[in-house]
């Protein structure tokens, strides 16, 4: 992705993409949501420490 849609994603979401395993998690959860994976990565204090 260009980091122009990366940035646009993540504003889209409120989440900051730290690593390509994070962008690769936000990602994925865009493209297919699932409920569990979801509220996991929502939870701020495990996306702080990632």
Avoid: R, Y
Avoid at 10 to 35: H, I, Q, R
Wanted: cysteine-free; aromatic content about 2%.
């Amino acid at each position: 992705m260009k980091q122009e849609e990366i940035q646009k994603l993540t504003d889209f979401l409120g989440v900051k993409v730290l690593t390509p395993m994070e962008e690769n998690l936000v990602v994925g959860g865009a493209a297919e949501v699932d409920p569990v994976d979801v509220g996991h990565h929502h939870d701020h204090d495990s996306v702080e420490a990632a």
